[in-house]
């Protein structure tokens, strides 16, 4: 008895151990070295310096905000309470049963410096890095070592920040993430019409600056005609990056033709505002079916012709206008373009894709005929690239959506949202497939005075940074609603109709017989301006009668039926499905379907794990069949 229980005894110190051993090694937290970042960039348009800091990451939930007392911004090497991740990461994926208000998640990265970044004839004086990031929901906070580098609010766009405070050896980067978004902000909270994944959901680079830095590109093609030579504007935005004066040259080109921009002596930490210009005499055009590209190449060197920078991009060369009797037109070519409206979401990543997955949404739309996608936000600049290439048309809009009237008359709404629409512009106007500036999506019908001082305010801030492209805005509209005069500045409506689907207007959008008259109605309002069919769609989620909402069945007759009228309609420069896929939308999502599957919204042509709908072959061949660009006079 004796010998049995001194082994049981053995045995319960031996668990004690075990769990002991394994609770210590928690708070220890995982194994972690710190890294390098890789050279190169997963987008190939911008500074050719980039370093991808991708690799091993560390992240941490912050449900109960207690992360700043707690210290976790601090420069220190253990890593408990940190587990492994990679970067994009959305840290609230796959989490549909909690609300979607948002709440505080950290990130962290050690990293060491790569060791030839700079030329040996740029003194240590004259180095200095720059870190940034291309989304970030919604607000973060960056520490690098211990020290508060910078802060920003918004998702969707890029921001980056001068990484002071390195030091030789290992480098701790931390940076606070908060989703949680009030009623005035960009996309308004909190939740929304689509899931609020927080977190950092694209791509993080450090570059290295010698001396100056090309922090900002402005490349404007003009075309005066389709048959005329075109004149390519550049301006370049050079920041001293040292507290001494610099001299520095630039030169570029685009395609063969050289661009000179010569020499400046840039003040302690100035800006040189760089400009050159060239005529293509025979410019081969970018439109839809014939994406035509020019490599675009801009170098930076010292006083004795050094290397310093460099810029890489590929422009195209196109124009739009709204030509009398409200057509749109590309290269003089009046437009008649179908699409799809799409959320950058996947099921297993949430908002953080990969390339390959952007790759497969635009592939999808390649597949089904589309030459145009528009999402409520600037999409993400590697998909950007992507439409470039493959000769898709962007409707680029800005998250200024359904803001309720309380928050539009608030004093600094307007700047706010002007200064979004601002940074959309600056960061994607050289993209040659961004057709128009969208200014937001159903904003109060009918317009209230502070909305029509935002669309005549933005349109006017559009026009000056971007006089090429046309501004619109996406509206919520139904019979009945009155002529607007709110719309005058705008060049482009675009209609979010669901006839015989929502019922809009108490009622009278319930008939789908009821479209055809009502888009007329439309035309009569505003016949000088652009008009899109920005939204139009049905859920689809189980096979049926034809004449049930929510069927397959349903969802591909429906669709063939406003692809039809649409037809009839000469100058309907547009119409986009809404949605490309089935997302996550919000814990109570009915979206009209009498046997709707929360939170999901299964209006997509395809779900959520990549199926096709019947209604994909349905809107494939009308799409196919449709001449969306018109041919040559």
């Known amino acids: 008895m004796a010998s049995a229980t001194r082994a049981a005894r053995t045995a ?16 220890q937290g995982p194994a972690y070295a710190p890294s390098p970042p890789t050279r190169g960039a997963l987008a190939a348009d911008g500074q050719a310096s ?7 990451w560390l992240d941490r939930v912050d449900p109960g905000n207690l992360g700043l007392a707690g210290g976790w911004w601090k420069d220190t090497a253990a890593t408990d309470g940190w587990s492994p991740v990679t970067v994009p990461n959305a840290y609230n994926t796959n989490l549909f049963t909690r609300t979607m208000a948002g709440y505080v998640a950290w990130y962290r990265r050690d990293f060491t410096l ?21 989304s970030v929901n919604y607000a973060a906070t960056v520490w690098l070592n211990g020290h508060q580098i910078g802060t920003h609010t918004g ?19 931390i940076v606070r993430v908060d989703n949680e978004r009030s009623g ?6 909190p939740g929304g019409q689509w899931w609020n994944y927080g977190g950092i959901l694209d791509a993080v680079y450090l570059r290295p600056a010698q001396r100056a830095d090309l922090s900002q590109v402005r490349i404007r093609p ?20 040292t507290g001494a004066r610099q001299t520095v040259s630039l030169r570029g080109a685009y395609g063969r033709a050289a661009l000179r921009f010569g020499s400046r002596t840039i003040g302690p930490h100035g800006t040189w505002t760089a400009s050159a210009s060239v005529r293509i005499a025979r410019p081969n055009l970018w439109a839809p079916g ?6 675009t190449t801009l170098s930076l060197s010292d006083s004795k012709g050094r290397a310093l920078g460099g810029y890489l991009y590929e422009s195209g060369i196109r124009s739009v206008e709204t030509a009398p009797g409200g057509q749109l037109e590309l290269n003089g070519r009046p437009l008649h373009l179908r699409g799809f409206n799409l959320h950058e979401e996947n099921i297993a990543t949430g908002a953080a894709l990969s390339v390959a997955q952007m790759a497969q949404l635009v592939a999808w739309v390649r597949q089904l005929g589309g030459t145009m996608i528009r999402a409520h936000y600037p999409l993400d600049p590697e998909m950007e690239e992507m439409a470039d290439r493959a000769g898709i048309l962007l409707w680029s809009e800005v998250p200024v959506y359904q803001t309720q009237k309380q928050y539009l008359a608030e004093p600094s709404w307007a700047s706010r949202a002007e200064a979004l629409v601002k940074d959309n512009v600056m960061a994607n106007q050289n993209h040659p497939s961004v057709l128009i500036w969208s200014l937001g999506n159903e904003l109060p019908t009918p317009p209230t005075a502070a909305e029509s001082a935002y669309i005549a305010g933005a349109a006017g801030l559009v026009r000056q940074l971007d006089p090429t492209r046309p501004v619109g805005l996406a509206v919520s509209n139904w019979p009945g609603v009155a002529c607007q005069s709110a719309y005058a500045p705008l060049d482009v409506i675009g209609d979010n109709e669901y006839f015989g689907w929502f019922d809009a207007g108490g009622g009278t959008s319930d008939d789908r017989d009821a479209l055809s008259p009502y888009l007329d109605t439309l035309r009569a309002c505003y016949p000088n301006q652009a008009l899109f069919i920005t939204e139009f769609g049905f859920d689809g989620n189980r096979n049926g009668p034809v004449e049930e909402r929510g069927t397959y069945q349903f969802q591909a007759n429906t669709a063939a039926f406003h692809l039809g009228v649409f037809a009839t309609k000469p100058w309907l420069s547009g119409a986009l499905y809404f949605a490309l896929q089935d997302y996550v939308a919000f814990p109570t999502y009915s979206g009209g379907d009498p046997l709707p599957n929360p939170p999901f919204n299964q209006k997509g042509m395809v779900d959520l794990y990549g199926n096709h709908k019947p209604a994909f072959s349905v809107v494939s061949s009308i799409y196919h069949a449709t001449q969306q660009v018109a041919p040559l006079k």
């Open 12 to 27: 319960i110190a031996c668990l004690i151990l075990l769990l002991a051993t394994a609770a210590a090694a928690r708070a």
């Open 155 to 173: 998702a969707y766009l890029p921001f980056e920040f001068d990484l002071k405070w390195l030091r030789p050896g290992v480098n701790r980067l």
């Open 222 to 241: 003009l075309l005066p005609c389709r048959s005329c030579a075109a004149t390519i504007q550049e301006q370049v935005l050079v920041r001293n990056v």
């Open 290 to 295: 014939h994406p035509a590209l020019y490599r």
């Open 114 to 134: 790569p060791t030839q970044a700079f030329a040996a004839y740029v003194p240590a004086s004259a180095r200095s890095w720059i870190i940034t990031f291309e």
């Open 184 to 189: 005035a902000d960009f996309p308004p909270g």
């Open 50 to 56: 980039r370093y991808l800091l991708g690799g091993a």
